[in-house]
């Protein structure tokens, strides 16, 4: 409660500090064209002197709070408690902090477990309240500052740009840091798996049975770990997605670009792309309540065996789900072609549609192969889709009729429940994730290949 106050008081008083800071310079000339910057680069100077400090006191404050006062609370416990091996002791702070959130209630908790839930309490209520207090005493300060560093003379628009220039280079380092950090943590687990499996059997291996032997001569547990099979359902699957996705998504963006009147464009783009909003579970249902029972009914009328699981109902709903990327993307790649391009080819006496093939989708070409190759590496990243609707056995096969699993399904399905993080079965999820992320950088790379040859080749 005390942190949404102080988020609250820190946005109100920021706000308050734009508006008396814009208010002071316009006071300290008579004409406007006197001050250096625009009165709201004055305001938003005021409002970075009172805002910014405080944020990064409470960032700072509360990614330390709850170490430090489960740090005090240990302390007051009996010195047979802290004693205690580090797992048990960690069990014990998990049962002081789940009582003090009240997450848990216990009738009758041990004392010794309940004065220090109270000292939590307590002291998380002290903490959230002077952090309140520092962060109100420094926006004060920091507004009395703002207001006094005001002068006509005073470069505020600069000011502002280089705080904000240094607010994205350190909002890119984040984020360039945490695709780091992922990257790096699925890499190592994946050294880990490779340590147990031979790299060679994982990636050329036939066969993908996961289950290790527990004892000598168990059945089923063949610990067999070839991604091959799992590979090939993904790109069965991913290739059925595109057959549907690549044709409707072309078609629909010439026509809302080239045919379409703008009232009927306005209606439509908005009608299809809300197909890219829609859940992906709701079109995991779609796919195993509606279409996988259908094909395999009209695939048995014609004497067809059609799986439950197979890669045709999948694909197809997959496809429906990535039209946007590829509708949406095209049609603002086809109305960024300068008009002049039209009237030329006009002009030369070409039709309609001889000017669409032979002059926009040409010039087109490097934005329609990149939302292609997005849509593609959407379809292979999906997963909730055909955990829903795909079949869960690894069959080697380019029969889209038959069950096929993908490296998704394989993945969701090695980290369902607790798992212990040091067998080949549990490990073999991150060799996959890796694959998966070197599969999607790849067509990442094609697509900016692709993309700078056919834009040099056109300018």
Same mark, same amino acid.
């Given at each position: 409660? /005390?942190?949404?106050? %102080?988020?609250?008081? $820190?946005?109100? #008083?920021? =706000?308050? *500090?734009?508006? !008396?800071?814009?208010?002071? +310079? ?17 305001? /938003?100077?005021?409002? %970075?002197?009172?805002? $910014?400090?405080? #944020?990064? =006191?409470? *960032?700072?404050? !509360?990614?330390?709070?709850? +170490? ?30 789940? =009582? ?360």
């Amino acid at each position: 409660m /005390l942190n949404l106050v %102080l988020i609250t008081v $820190i946005l109100l #008083l920021t =706000i308050f *500090g734009f508006y !008396l800071g814009r208010s002071r +310079s316009k006071k300290l000339v008579e004409r406007i064209r006197d001050l250096h910057s625009m009165p709201g680069y004055y305001g /938003l100077y005021v409002a %970075l002197w009172c805002g $910014i400090p405080a #944020l990064v =006191i409470a *960032g700072c404050w !509360l990614s330390m709070e709850s +170490s430090v006062v489960m740090k005090l609370v240990v302390s007051t416990l009996s010195p047979e408690t802290r004693s205690l091996p580090v797992d048990r002791l960690a069990l014990v702070i998990n049962d002081i902090q789940n =009582i003090a959130s009240g997450s848990i209630i216990i009738k009758e908790p041990a004392e010794e477990i309940a004065r220090a839930a109270e000292s939590y309490n307590r002291l998380k209520t002290i903490s959230s309240a002077s952090l309140l207090v520092v962060s109100l005493s420094l926006m004060l300060a920091g507004l009395g500052l703002g207001l006094k560093f005001i002068t006509p003379r005073l470069r505020a628009r600069n000011k502002v740009e280089g705080a904000t220039k240094v607010l994205m280079v350190l909002c890119s380092t984040i984020a360039i840091f945490t695709t780091i950090g992922i990257v790096l943590s699925v890499l190592f687990e994946a050294i880990r798996f490779f340590k147990l499996i031979p790299m060679s059997d994982f990636l050329f291996g036939l066969k993908w049975s996961p289950q290790m032997a527990i004892r000598p001569g168990q059945v089923g547990a063949s610990g067999s770990f070839g991604v091959i099979p799992l590979l090939v359902g993904t790109l069965l699957i991913s290739f059925v997605a595109m057959l549907v996705a690549v044709p409707i998504g072309l078609m629909s963006a010439i026509y809302m670009s080239e045919y379409a009147a703008p009232k009927f464009r306005a209606l439509v783009k908005p009608m299809l792309e809300i197909l890219a909003g829609i859940p992906t579970v709701v079109y995991g249902f779609f796919a195993a309540l509606v279409v996988a029972p259908f094909l395999k009914e009209k695939g048995a009328w014609i004497g067809l065996t059609v799986d439950s699981g197979s890669a045709l109902a999948v694909g197809i709903v997959m496809g429906i789900m990535i039209i946007p990327f590829v509708s949406s993307l095209t049609d603002d790649v086809l109305n960024a072609v300068p008009q002049s391009l039209r009237d030329g080819s006009y002009g030369l006496g070409a039709t309609q549609s001889e000017t669409i093939v032979r002059v926009l989708l040409q010039a087109a070409l490097p934005g329609i192969v990149a939302s292609i190759l997005l849509a593609v590496s959407r379809a292979i990243g999906e997963t909730m889709i055909v955990v829903m609707a795909a079949g869960l056995t690894a069959n080697l096969t380019a029969n889209p009729l038959e069950s096929v699993t993908t490296v998704t399904v394989q993945i969701v399905t090695l980290l369902v429940g607790d798992q212990e993080f040091d067998s080949p079965k549990t490990l073999a999820a991150f060799a996959l994730g890796l694959v998966l992320f070197v599969l999607t950088l790849i067509l990442n790379i094609i697509a900016l290949y692709v993309v700078r040859k056919y834009r040099q080749q056109y300018d």
